[in-house]
């Protein structure tokens, strides 16, 4: 089962951007990398989903190496509606298990 | 509208009842999740279901009983045997087991008073 490691929290100032990297040095061949975002009382929410290379959305950006052992996830220009926690997800198809780690914090300031 | 719905958004329990938490798709989806979410705390998974009528358990499945007898359906039962019950559930649904692109519910708040 891949498992994967982020930061526990991370602060930033409104207009900047973010990058928040995950490991995930076990991902399997067929995993892909997804992001979640998740503002409290409330279910988390799909970001982005990648592969490998590049991905990008209307929200964000995901980079993947080609070892795919890590992958970032870039918010550009972030606003203090960013202020959530934001979790890696890597799949495993194997045993159908989604098993989330802790997030990351992110605190966006004024 | 496709969606997953739980409900009740909270619930309150006295100590020693069971309760079960509702969570229904419409997404024709196959797989789908039950989580478990303590203050600042990551997801935690309570038991999972492949397809139709089969489940499995997941990393604190103790205290908990599900059933999955349509593919629309997920219901969590919070038994009597759960030492700490209170706690935010979330219901998730993707389209196979395993894959990553989950949808959830807006979550059930569980108080034990």
């Known amino acids: 089962l891949a498992k994967t490691t982020q930061p526990i929290s991370m602060d930033s100032y409104e207009g900047q951007e973010v990058n928040i990297t995950c490991s995930h040095n076990?991902?399997?061949?067929?995993?892909?990398i997804t992001w979640y975002q998740q503002f409290p009382s409330q279910g988390p929410r799909f970001i982005i989903q990648g592969y490998k290379t590049k991905v990008t959305n209307e929200v964000a950006s995901l980079f993947i190496p080609a070892d795919r052992k890590s992958s970032t996830l870039s918010l550009p220009r972030v606003s203090l509606s960013d202020t959530a926690v934001y979790y890696c997800l890597v799949g495993d198809e194997d045993t159908g298990k989604l098993i989330f780690g802790q997030g990351t914090t992110l605190q966006v300031k004024p | 509208d496709g969606g997953i719905t739980q409900s009740p958004k909270y619930l309150f329990r006295k100590e020693g009842q069971n309760v079960t938490l509702s969570c229904e798709q419409n997404l024709n989806h196959d797989a789908m999740y039950w989580y478990r979410q303590d203050p600042g705390q990551g997801l935690r998974l309570i038991y999972y279901s492949q397809i139709v009528n089969d489940f499995q358990k997941g990393d604190i499945a103790e205290g908990y009983s599900v059933s999955r007898e349509k593919k629309e359906s997920f219901p969590l039962t919070v038994t009597s045997a759960q030492k700490n019950p209170t706690a935010f559930y979330l219901c998730?649904?993707?389209?196979?087991?395993?894959?990553?692109?989950?949808?959830f519910g807006q979550g059930t708040r569980l108080t034990v008073v």
């Open positions: 076990n991902i399997a061949t067929n995993d892909y």
């Open positions: 998730a649904s993707s389209i196979v087991s395993g894959n990553t692109e989950a949808f």
